[in-house]
């Protein structure tokens, strides 16, 4: 079976430009989760969705980031505009869900490097 | 906001040599896993621990959640070059709004040498 696929692997961009990244999880999956990873801050949680819903946008930096689900199997974080700032790795995760015990078994895709200049 | 110290950051050591990283907060939470991530991929998730005081075997790693839910250690005997990676703990939250939700600890980079 396919795991999280995620594209583009690899984003070179300048300041001020728009950046789209995409991510298809696993089918069946209930939830998708996406990431920021940086030296400095490590994993950060953005925002994660259940059954294409936003459920918690509280790690979103600010305004120039947005998120959407339009089906099951697609989602996309654009960033506009750009800034060196955001230069980070990318992580999409799906789940299939809340296990009993109060966790989510996530799968994470291989990630999108961004870099702004 | 709860926060997640993994120690120590790095770690360099010989083949066949034991190791403990470590996870700790003031928060409790509801469940702990543990991920491992090598360059170039995302994070794969090794272990989920959910009770207080539970501890899990996987080869030659030992996880252990800690009594009160607010740490955890991992534990690998005779580590070989193939451990080499990032290691990252992260806890569910325990209550409220976003049930579940992961925090994860800044990592710690372990490398065996040959």
């Known amino acids: 079976d396919a795991g999280v696929i995620q594209s583009p692997r690899h984003e070179v961009t300048e300041m001020g430009q728009e950046v789209t990244l995409r991510c298809k999880p696993i089918s069946g999956h209930d939830y998708l989760f996406w990431y920021r990873q940086t030296m400095m801050r490590g994993l950060e949680l953005l925002i994660y969705?259940?059954?294409?819903?936003?459920?918690?946008d509280s790690g979103m930096p600010e305004d120039r980031f947005s998120a959407k689900m339009p089906n099951a199997s697609f989602s996309t974080l654009k960033i506009q505009p750009s800034e060196p700032r955001d230069s980070a790795v990318y992580f999409c995760a799906s789940s299939p869900g809340l296990a009993r015990w109060g966790y989510y078994e996530q799968y994470f895709g291989p990630g999108t490097r961004l870099t702004v200049t | 906001t709860q926060l997640l110290e993994q120690s120590p950051q790095f770690l360099s050591i010989q083949e066949g040599e034991n190791l403990t990283v470590y996870c700790n907060s003031s928060s409790v939470f509801s469940s702990l896993q543990w991920y491992r991530q090598e360059p170039g991929e995302g994070p794969v998730l090794l272990v989920t621990v959910v009770t207080g005081g539970e501890v899990k075997k996987l080869k030659r790693l030992t996880f252990q959640f800690g009594d009160a839910r607010k740490d955890s250690s991992l534990h690998i005997t005779a580590a070989q070059p193939g451990d080499t990676g990032l290691y990252l703990c992260a806890g569910a939250r325990a209550g409220g709004t976003s049930y579940g939700k992961l925090t994860f600890g800044q990592g710690t980079i372990l490398t065996v040498h040959p």
């Open positions: 969705f259940n059954n294409n819903v936003p459920i918690d």
